[in-house]
């Protein structure tokens, strides 16, 4: 018997939210089975942190490794959900529930996550929050919102810490629905050499 899957990546689709500034997200059939063609191919231009994505260290440090390179085990595995949505700007220690050996968490902080337009007053994560949790042997952490930092951070204090952990991040995740608890995470990135993201399709198994 299957176990149940729950799909927490965003749909992509032109107009779908993107960082202020950043590549919006397009699509257009480039061979057409209408117009003769044996097949139908699409072309696509999208920034890659567009929708469900993982952070690259490169993205943060100039001298880091690049999507391709990253190790995949922390991708995979069991995880943590948090709801953390009762959490005021940023999520703290105090927001934290028993880990309970959790090597990957992640963080619900949207009511109803915001398909239709940017939001600006997301929730990031604390930087102590990120020592904490690679004090206690986190090696991934994900989140709903576009972004571990707030977005008028200059400094990018928790993607700083998440490089000096080794820790892997996750953003934007679709967290909608998913009670708190444990299930088997399944995100893997695209190897896209030089890249400094990549987005994901981004699954919740139930646990055995």
């Known amino acids: 018997m299957s176990r149940n899957i ?4 965003q749909r992509l689709h032109p107009g779908i939210p993107v960082w202020p500034g950043d590549t919006p997200f397009g699509g257009e059939q480039t061979w057409k089975m209408a117009e003769g063609s044996p097949v139908n191919v699409s072309r696509l231009t999208l920034s890659t942190h567009t929708g469900a994505h993982a952070d690259a260290p490169l993205h943060y440090s100039e001298d880091a490794s690049d999507i391709a390179s990253v190790d995949l085990e922390a991708y995979i595995g069991e995880c943590l959900v948090v709801d953390a949505r009762l959490a005021v700007g940023v999520v703290e220690e105090t927001d934290l529930p028993n880990l309970r050996g959790a090597e990957r968490v992640l963080f619900r902080t949207y ?7 940017w939001a600006e007053d997301f929730t990031a994560i ?4 990120i020592r904490w949790l690679a004090l206690h042997g986190v090696k991934l952490v994900g989140i709903d919102t576009p972004s571990i930092d707030p977005q008028d951070s200059k400094t990018m204090d928790a993607h700083k810490a998440v490089l000096t952990a080794d820790i892997r991040v996750l953003e934007g995740l679709v967290l909608d629905g998913v009670p708190p608890g444990r299930y088997e995470l399944i995100a893997l990135p695209l190897p896209i050499v030089g890249g400094d993201a990549s987005p994901v399709r981004a699954i919740l198994r139930d646990l055995p």
């Open 111 to 117: 009511d109803s996550f915001p398909h239709q337009a």
């Open 6 to 9: 729950r799909d927490i990546s």
């Open 126 to 129: 604390a930087p102590e929050t």
